[in-house]
């Protein structure tokens, strides 16, 4: 069984650039693709991050994600941030023994 | 549109049974797998259960297994989640998800259900 582990809450100032990490208990981060999931107050998720590294269409270019097997884990860094950007982000791996696993969320403050 | 609308949601008491559904509209429903993921209040996201297309793939947590049962029908572009024997840790927003073909991750989902498990 792996976990995913998300810091609970970050914050910074508008204009300013925020990564969000998620670790992997075990086993590779790279074995299975991470996805990045927003959640705005009393919305669904949506996705802003897939398959690692790739935006949908519609996520600005200031949301990217990446990978590192160093540390075993995957990032999610937003540059030139903006109030619309406070929301919770959870990131969500798979294997096919846990299945899907999400982290335990980070809840994001621009202040 | 891609659109999925789930209902069903409510209280009930433990020990109880709720079925949810999740209608789907503006995409082929039959040619994709479909998810239950839950966020108790004020928690982070869980999954919960997974359907392929066909239904000739079930998934369920741990958490669940023995008590839900996941189940569609193409025909009426639906996707339904049996509940029994339900406790208090049960207690979330529901939130059906389609699994974007070929890969593990969800996209759209529905704006969720809330059902309450309370005596």
């Known amino acids: 069984n792996f976990m995913l582990t998300q810091p609970h809450s970050v914050s910074e100032s508008p204009g300013k650039t925020v990564t969000i990490s998620c670790t992997r208990s075990s086993g590779s981060i790279a074995s299975n693709y991470v996805q990045w999931y927003q959640q705005r107050p009393g919305s669904a998720p949506t996705t802003v991050i897939y398959e690692d590294n790739q935006r949908p269409s519609g996520v600005p270019d200031r949301f990217s994600g990446s990978i590192d097997s160093s540390s075993n884990s995957a990032s999610l860094t937003i540059s030139g941030l903006k109030t619309e950007d406070e929301a919770d982000y959870y990131c969500q791996s798979y294997d096919s023994s846990n299945l899907w696993v999400f982290g335990g969320g980070t809840k994001l403050t621009v202040l | 549109e891609v659109q999925l609308v789930e209902s069903g949601g409510g209280l009930v008491k433990p020990g109880g049974s709720l079925r949810l559904s999740c209608a789907a509209s503006?995409?082929?429903?039959?040619?994709?797998?479909m998810n239950w993921v839950r966020q108790a209040p004020g928690k982070g996201l869980e999954w919960v259960s997974s359907?392929?297309?066909?239904?000739?793939?079930?998934y369920y947590a741990d958490s669940v297994k023995g008590r839900f049962t996941i189940s569609r029908d193409n025909a009426k572009n639906s996707l339904y989640l049996q509940m029994n024997s339900l406790r208090a840790e049960d207690t979330a927003v529901y939130y059906c998800?389609?699994?974007?073909?070929?890969?593990?991750?969800?996209?759209?989902w529905g704006q969720g259900t809330l059902v309450t498990v309370s005596s």
């Open positions: 998800a389609r699994e974007i073909t070929g890969t593990k991750w969800f996209d759209p």
């Open positions: 359907i392929s297309s066909s239904s000739s793939y079930i």
């Open positions: 503006g995409f082929t429903f039959s040619s994709y797998s």
